[in-house]
């Protein structure tokens, strides 16, 4: 053997990363399981058996195929690669560059070598020289680029379909009684059954653990999903549980797909004319469009991004959040309830529901950042850490999003069937039934009105104040709502 390429658990690929110029006879691959992923936090189950189970089966059919393959269990990677080369002779170690600040550093601190990280569709260096250049960092104008420079759903030099965006289309409420095609379930084998026992999970079929099953998933949305995604993108309902979204961002995040792949597919399935555009572009926009962006704002804002506070939010983090039965808003219950059940509900309820409320309640950003991180299967650091710090609470002070993404009860009522056998109204913002997410909005909206005002983008909802002659109320009710979710009361 002449060099170590150890393989993070994100980077289960074949054609990517340091595996793609592999040599069978001359490189020892090494993956390992770090005491830190199974006793260092509070992981959901389900994301610790997806892990695991994953990078275990990736193992094998590496070593099917001829690899020589050592699977470590170690206290930390570190510990792990001392280990190894201990007993290889300390042969020199490779590896594509990790994909959170941490890793990075503990690795090149270690002495690995880097290798570009591929598991993205824009480089770093390419990404960091667009931002440079913009005064507002927005999506928007990054995806634009990317629909050129990718070549994908362009006509020459205009977009497919004479638009960029169909995202007004996208905004259907949840039709009554929705059904959809059925939800692919994922066999387990003894692999899966092993890693289950180890850590004390009861398995589902909600998640595959292999590369065959994340190409059935993707198939799956190609075949049965991808037409309807865009219209209903942004709806809730309890009648069906993921609606018409991909499932795709776990295998996305630890590698068992390539964003390419998942490109090619649809824009296959586009070009064969079996997908309207609205749902075409919908579904492109967020791999080469949002998925890029926020990987490439994660490296591009830099280590110290995941600590900004600036709307000095110190609540601690409400009981709600780990305990369904510790509130009555029917459309919060819901959400951490398929939290608990399946580790994933889609961006609207991570957006519009769980971030809004700790935005709207003045959660702690890091507390509110740390269970998220904690709770759903697709939870890498690049991605959670610009979602919610930037997206979801507004702690950057707007670097990322121009206005924060709050909102009263109103939005989500249209949005959703949550509210019709809620405890609480929607339409009041004040009195013993008021809607909390109603009341919040405006007592939130009133607390920071200085700083809104000065953003032409929140004057015109802060202007909105000045109709509330029930302000005073408002404000007391606001302070009893906050007292009843610490409670466990509301
Ligand atoms: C507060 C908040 C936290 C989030 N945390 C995560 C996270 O930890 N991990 C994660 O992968 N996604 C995260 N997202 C983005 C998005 O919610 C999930 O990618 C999506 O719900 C995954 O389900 P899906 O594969 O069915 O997605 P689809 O709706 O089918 O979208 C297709 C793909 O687009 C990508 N994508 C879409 N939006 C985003 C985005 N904002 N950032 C990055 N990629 C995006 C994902 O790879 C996703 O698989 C977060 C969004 C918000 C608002
Ligand atoms: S009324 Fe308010 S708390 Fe109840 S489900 Fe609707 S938005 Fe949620």
């Given amino acids: 053997m002449k060099r170590i390429i150890y393989l993070p658990?994100?980077?289960?690929?074949?054609?990517?990363?340091?595996?793609?110029?592999?040599?069978?006879?001359?490189?020892?691959?090494?993956?390992?399981?770090?005491?830190?992923?199974?006793?260092?936090?509070n992981w959901h189950k389900e994301r610790l058996f997806f892990l695991i189970s994953s990078a275990r089966h990736f193992a094998k059919s590496l070593e099917q195929e001829g690899f020589k393959v050592e699977y470590v269990k170690a206290k930390s990677i570190v510990e792990g690669l001392k280990s190894i080369q201990a007993k290889h002779k300390n042969?020199?170690?490779?590896?594509?560059?990790?994909?959170?600040?941490?890793?990075?550093?503990?690795?090149?601190e270690y002495g690995v070598e880097f290798i570009d990280n591929d598991f993205f569709l824009t480089p770093r260096p390419l990404f960091k020289a667009w931002a440079e250049t913009q005064k507002n960092y927005l999506m928007e104008s990054f995806y634009r680029k990317q629909r050129v420079r990718l070549n994908i759903l362009m006509d020459g030099a205009e977009?497919?379909?004479?638009?960029?965006?169909f995202d007004k289309e996208n905004r259907l409420p949840p039709p009554k009684k929705y059904e959809g095609p059925k939800y692919l379930e994922h066999k387990r084998d003894e692999i899966d059954a092993q890693v289950a026992s180890e850590i004390g999970h009861v398995m589902t079929t909600t998640w595959a653990t292999s590369r065959q099953g994340a190409l059935a998933q993707l198939r799956n949305?190609?075949?049965?999903?991808?037409?309807?995604?865009?219209?209903?993108?942004?709806?809730?309902?309890?009648?069906?549980?993921?609606?018409?979204?991909?499932?795709l961002s776990p295998y996305l995040n630890n590698g068992l797909l390539h964003a390419s792949e998942v490109i090619e597919a649809a824009v296959k399935a586009f070009n064969s004319g079996r997908v309207p555009i609205e749902s075409a572009e919908g579904f492109i926009r967020q791999i080469i469009g949002w998925r890029e962006y926020v990987n490439g704002?994660?490296?591009?804002?830099?280590?110290?991004?995941?600590?900004?506070?600036?709307?000095?939010?110190?609540?601690?983090?409400?009981?709600?959040?780990?305990?369904?039965a510790a509130t009555q808003m029917n459309c919060i219950k819901e959400t951490v309830t398929d939290i608990q059940n399946r580790a994933w509900v889609h961006h609207i309820p991570r957006l519009m529901l769980l971030s809004n409320l700790a935005l709207v309640t003045g959660t702690n950003p890091q507390e509110f950042l740390e269970w998220m991180r904690e709770v759903f299967i697709d939870a890498s650091e690049w991605v959670m850490v610009p979602n919610v710090i930037g997206m979801g609470v507004h702690a950057d002070g707007g670097q990322m999003m121009t206005k924060p993404y709050a909102a009263g009860g109103a939005y989500i009522s249209r949005m959703s069937n949550y509210c019709k056998p809620c405890a609480y109204n929607p339409k009041l913002r004040t009195g013993e039934t008021a809607c909390p997410f109603t009341t919040l909005y405006w007592d939130f909206l009133d607390q920071?009105?200085?700083?809104?005002?000065?953003?032409?983008?929140?004057?015109?909802q802060v202007f909105g104040l000045n109709r509330l002659s029930d302000l005073p109320e408002l404000k007391l009710r606001a302070q009893e709502v906050l007292k009843g979710l610490e409670a466990g009361t509301i």
Avoid at 10 to 34: C, M, P, Q, T, Y
Avoid at 159 to 165: D, E, I, L, R, V
Avoid at 235 to 246: E, G, R
């Fill in 91 to 108: 042969l020199p170690i490779i590896c594509a560059e990790p994909s959170s600040f941490r890793q990075y550093q503990a690795l090149h």
């Fill in 297 to 324: 704002m994660y490296w591009f804002l830099g280590p110290d991004y995941r600590n900004n506070n600036q709307l000095n939010a110190n609540r601690k983090l409400l009981p709600l959040f780990s305990d369904p």
């Fill in 448 to 460: 920071h009105k200085e700083t809104f005002a000065k953003n032409h983008r929140m004057s015109q």
């Fill in 159 to 165: 977009p497919a379909g004479g638009a960029w965006n």
């Fill in 9 to 41: 658990f994100d980077h289960l690929h074949r054609d990517f990363g340091a595996l793609k110029n592999a040599d069978i006879k001359s490189d020892l691959i090494v993956l390992i399981e770090s005491s830190r992923i199974t006793t260092g936090r």
């Fill in 221 to 247: 949305f190609i075949d049965n999903h991808f037409g309807e995604f865009g219209p209903l993108e942004d709806a809730m309902t309890t009648d069906n549980w993921a609606l018409h979204h991909s499932l």
